[in-house]
T-cell receptor, first 111, second 115 residues
């Protein structure tokens, strides 16, 4: 039973356009959310996080939006660059070390 | 500065054999995590150590899996006996944060194939 779902296994976007990666969760007790990025043959690296007291957090080209009523978060990358091509994992926690990860979305940015 | 180091990077073994995966966390980090990644289930937490003590092993799938952290700079994950369904990528991660949320730094992973 997946508590964190990334329903799109893959996404292709043209360079310079916006990439939107989506994530849904089922447990309303989750109050801290993260996105990790993973390149082939490397471990995941932290990208951005958001607490449930916020609905938006920005870091450069990356913005995470949280819709608590819909139990949905999204990662926007603007503008997308070829170096952004990777697998993106969302994760959720109840303010503890215990992250529940989704299965990942493979983003391909086309030059 | 070195990140999390894992060895071996790839392991191919036959069913029934013992497998030992190794991890060296980032120096100064007091939390260590072992994860397993599969296509179907994504990244799953297997076990969490804080200050070398196992705090949460609820994710360890069976008694065939065991993990140790004899000191602050070394941890092992052992599978005995291994089975084909154990084939996955195993990640070790470490963190400065004890107990709460915070950035976890992942190693490059060990790709395990059990024939």
């Amino acid at each position: 039973d997946q508590q964190v779902k990334q329903n799109s296994p893959s996404l292709s976007v043209q360079e310079g356009r916006i990439s939107i990666l989506n994530c849904d969760y089922t447990n309303s007790m989750f109050d801290y959310f993260l996105w990790y990025k993973k390149y082939p043959a490397e471990g995941p690296t932290f990208l951005i996080s958001i607490s449930s007291i916020k609905d938006k957090n920005e870091d450069g080209r990356f913005t995470v939006f949280l819709n608590k009523s819909a139990k949905h978060l999204s990662l926007h990358i603007v503008p997308s660059q070829p170096g952004d091509s990777a697998v993106y994992f969302c994760a959720a926690s109840r303010r503890t070390y215990k992250y529940i990860f989704g299965t990942g979305t493979r983003l391909k940015v086309l030059a | 500065d070195a990140g999390v180091i894992q060895s071996p990077r790839h392991e191919v073994t036959e069913m029934g054999q013992e497998v030992t995966l190794r991890c060296k966390p980032i120096s100064g980090h007091n939390s260590l995590f072992w994860y397993r990644q599969t296509m179907m289930r994504g990244l799953e937490l297997l076990i969490y150590f804080n200050n070398n003590v196992p705090i949460d092993d609820s994710g360890m799938p069976e008694d065939r899996f065991s993990a140790k952290m004899p000191n602050a700079s070394f941890s092992t994950l052992k599978i005995q006996p291994s089975e084909p369904r154990d084939s996955a990528v195993y990640f070790c991660a470490s963190s400065l944060v004890s107990g709460g949320p915070g950035e976890q730094f992942f190693g490059p992973g060990t790709r395990l194939t059990v024939l």
